[in-house]
């Protein structure tokens, strides 16, 4: 079994991880920061939570909590922050 250090797994998860996906939830804590970074969390029915940002400018709808969609992208573990 290989030992991978936290940065090389990380690292090996986001090539994993590499393709666009649409993943469909609730909105929850919706916030901006410095007027360009959208973060959200997107939640299911079984639990399922998914922390989620974006850039605001990519946004052409604006975004309340409650609010049901479908997220397109692309998958990422953040190496600080997981």
């Not at 973060?39 to 052409?60: A, H, M, P, R």
């Not at 709808?61 to 990422?76: C, I, Q």
Request: with cysteine.
């Amino acid at each position: 079994m290989k030992v991978f250090g936290v940065g090389e797994y990380v690292s090996h998860l986001n090539e994993l991880l590499n393709e666009e996906v649409v993943v469909e939830g609730e909105l929850s804590s919706v916030s901006v920061s410095q007027g360009k970074w959208l973060f959200f969390t997107l939640k299911d029915e079984n639990g399922g939570v998914l922390e989620c940002f974006s850039l605001l400018f990519w946004i052409k709808t604006p975004l309340e909590d409650v609010m049901r969609v479908r997220a397109l992208g692309s998958p990422k573990v953040h190496e600080k922050s997981g």
